[in-house]
T-cell receptor, first 113, second 113 residues
């Protein structure tokens, strides 16, 4: 089955700095890669996603890049703010199934004021 | 729209007891999922239902059963609870097809003593 590795497990940055979280996946048939944000005690919520026919996608301060050859994708958050503090999960679709996802183990991002 | 709802929010069981976690969505989604979330383990898929009338196993199905009651409702049953099933359980739903967002419920925190 699909295996998704996520690094780092914890990340601490100063407000205004950038944060980068990286994920690798094993199944070359995976073609959908969402990122979810989970605040403490809340449900995961989608913040950005990318499909395999696109190399990069941006939404304001958030961007995701995808390297299909190397089977890795990354989340970039610029100008971090304290409200960005949360756990971030990457995920990859399970093979040719575009709706079943395998999640990474999460990155706890702390933005210090 | 309420989105995805789950009941109960919290539950404490003794080893060997049974219970059913309820999930409903009002977004007319075809696909529904049950995940468990344990510290440091990310979200792991227990069972999913691609459409009404179908269910299938995910990564960690042992000790659980599911019922897709209709298009709106998808329940998860623990027949004989074990301490290893102490976890936070999330239900999610999505359209079936290429790269649709999964919407999560608020979660059920289950403790088995």
């Amino acid at each position: 089955g699909e295996n998704v590795e996520q690094h780092p497990s914890t990340l601490s940055v100063q407000e205004g700095d950038s944060a980068v979280i990286k994920c690798t996946y094993s199944d070359s048939a995976s073609n959908y890669f969402p990122w979810y944000k989970q605040e403490l005690g809340k449900r995961p919520q989608l913040i950005i996603d990318i499909r395999s026919n696109v190399g990069e996608k941006k939404d304001q301060r958030i961007a995701v890049t995808l390297n299909k050859t190397a089977k890795h994708f990354s989340l970039h958050i610029t100008e971090t703010q304290p409200e960005d503090s949360a756990v971030y999960f990457c995920a990859a679709s399970m093979g040719s199934s575009n709706y079943k996802l395998t999640f990474g183990k999460g990155t706890l991002l702390t933005v210090n004021p | 729209n309420a989105g995805v709802t789950q009941t109960p929010k919290f539950q404490v069981l003794k080893t060997g007891q049974s219970m059913t976690l309820q999930c409903a969505q009002d977004m007319n989604h075809n696909s529904m999922y049950w995940y468990r979330q344990d510290p440091g383990m990310g979200l792991r898929l227990i069972y999913y239902s691609a459409s009404e009338g179908t269910t299938d196993k995910g990564e960690v199905p042992n000790g659980y059963n599911v019922s897709r009651l209709n298009k709106r409702e998808f329940s998860l049953r623990l027949e004989s609870a074990a301490p290893s099933q102490t976890s936070v359980y999330f239900c999610a739903s999505s359209q079936t097809g290429q790269g649709y967002e999964q919407y999560f419920g608020p979660g059920t925190r289950l403790t088995v003593t």
